[in-house]
């Protein structure tokens, strides 16, 4: 898999170029001047992470932020944005140095850092990771998008659903190439 990166108009996959997508590209990668929505046009899935944040104007999209990305635990609300907010478009973002990548060995971290912050028994904390990091574990931030794009698309085909990535170290979407 391949990241384009996308500095310039004819950067942007001719497909995608009179959709909101490429309007999300312009926005974020190019500072686009925000134009007027009434309506949202897309619907975004994205990473929790403090270091993703997308430049685009008010009423342009609906955003669901998890850790990773990952849609599966989020169904319900993208079946909304869908049917009352009548998008077309979901765009899925993975990024590097993602934290749920190798979520195992924050372990030691996670359960230390309820018990000091959160005030809960170390034994609760222990069962709290074990019962949840496999479900939010992510292998490769890449493939996961990919994969989790295709199975959103499945579920839902009658809507364009696109895998991108954010580089934290540039702050750029890039296309991804698969
Ligand atoms: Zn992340």
């Avoid at 895998?163 to 296309?175: Q, R, S, T, V």
Wanted: charged share 25%; glycine share 6%; with cysteine.
């Amino acid at each position: 898999m391949n990241l384009i990166k996308i500095l310039k108009e004819e950067d942007i996959p001719k497909k995608y170029v009179d959709t909101p997508i490429g309007e999300l590209i312009r926005y974020h990668n190019f500072n686009m001047p925000f134009k007027e929505y009434d309506t949202a046009q897309i619907l975004v899935g994205m990473c929790m992470d403090n270091r993703n944040q997308l430049n685009m104007p008010p009423n342009f999209a609906y955003i669901i932020r998890t850790g990773g990305g990952n849609l599966r635990y989020s169904e319900f609300k993208v079946s909304y944005a869908i049917a009352i907010g009548r998008i077309k478009y979901i765009v899925l973002f993975g990024h590097n140095n993602c934290g749920m990548v190798n979520l195992v060995s924050k372990r030691e971290d996670f359960v230390n850092g309820l018990c000091e912050l959160a005030g809960w028994t170390r034994e609760r904390a222990e069962e709290h990771f074990m019962n949840f990091a496999t479900m939010y574990e992510v292998d490769n931030e890449i493939d996961f998008v990919v994969n989790e794009s295709e199975r959103i698309n499945a579920k839902y085909p009658g809507i364009e659903v696109v895998p991108l990535f954010y580089n934290i170290d540039d702050n750029l979407i890039y296309f991804i190439q698969y």
